[in-house]
């Protein structure tokens, strides 16, 4: 099928139709190109759509920012059209559905497929099939600040020390303010309006600003942060997490640096490149430090990163990695300047005979972090090489001096 090699390697749903321009199956993919593919390889499974692909005469996709609002918009389809191959072809008879109780404090509760046809009061949301769906309730809890405590308490919940409660327990907000702040945006999120969502957020953010409720601002400011970079690893089963690694790793770049200088002169610079399988030399860079006064590789670091990152021809590719050969100071200046780039760092323990990962525990990925334990020694040789590419450099610059 032509269309194949055009689907994007995001995230989003995939829409599957037949002859009759009929909705025959949906689903959510954290990679849409790597997913709709492996249904048109010579492996076939059990699963209905699998063994009926000559079925398939078109192919649609939508893309979303993560897997969660791909978990939601997948739902809302089969909710919306009850795509024959899912709805006959389902490996559970009881999905699972999220409910929006009726309460006066409402609440959000899991409830299975038989409970959905009894008379319940509430927002339903789903079907969600084969998801961790209370991995899903604590993400929409930490987005909405939603409430899992009993109201007027007295005694502060445990969420409420971890400003992921707005005061329900204490009695510090009533029960209008709480839909409107809370239960508003959580339905407006779960029926796929994100985008929306986050337009009017904005505006109340303003708004609060100019009254001077800088609190309830800033409250909005992070929320808003959160929606738009949302961690939802966790959402993934086993077997989907092993399949989403290994895609969302492929052709990971890893750009390492380091510093060489003799003295208070003859400062450089380095910059390698690996990827899984190792180096990428042509991807290597050189910098000639021009501003550091003395001796000092943290101030070298920082005039190489403004250099590499804040460049205004961008047509340097963005790297997954970021390592330094180096402890805290050297971590804590490249986060600094990238802030949005997982960095880690490579030092000598006190023994100088073990080396010491820096800041693993500060990245939030998790894929990412399982990888980095799993490639230690990759990324020790790319520390390595980042070292002896400086100090090649600062010897030839040597040579040409004399």
Known sequence: MKKLSKIPNKPGIYLFYNTKKELIYVGRATSLKNRVTSYFGSTKTPRPIENNVSQIKNIKWIVTDSLIEAIILEANYIKKYQPKYNVDGKDDKSWNYLLITKDKYPRLEVIRQHEVKKKIKGYIFGPFPGIKTKEMLKILQKIFNISTCQPNAKKPCFYYQMHQCLGVCTGEINSMDYKDKVIKPLIQFLRGNKKRLIGELAKKMK???????????????????????????????????????????????????????????????????????????????????????????????????????????????????????????????????????????????KSRKKDEFIGISSIQEKYLKEWIEKNKTLLIQARDEAHRFAINYQRKLRKLQI
């Open 207 to 349: 708004n609060e600003s100019r009254k001077e409720n800088f609190e309830e601002a800033g409250r909005l400011r992070n929320q808003i942060g959160k929606l738009k970079h949302i961690q939802d690893v966790s959402l993934l089963t086993k077997d989907f997490y092993e399949k989403d690694l290994k895609n969302r790793l492929k052709g990971i770049r890893i750009e390492g640096y380091d510093i060489s200088n003799l003295g208070e002169t003859g400062k450089v610079g380095s910059m390698v490149v690996f990827d899984e399988n190792g180096p990428v030399k042509s991807e290597y860079r050189k910098f000639k430090i021009k501003t550091v006064e003395g001796q000092s590789d943290v101030a070298c670091l920082k005039e190489i990163f403004y250099r590499r990152f804040l460049r205004k021809t961008g047509d340097w590719p963005k790297p997954d990695l970021i390592l330094v050969d180096g402890g805290r100071p050297q971590v804590n200046v490249a986060k600094k300047i990238i802030p949005k780039i997982p960095i880690i760092g490579i030092a000598k323990g």
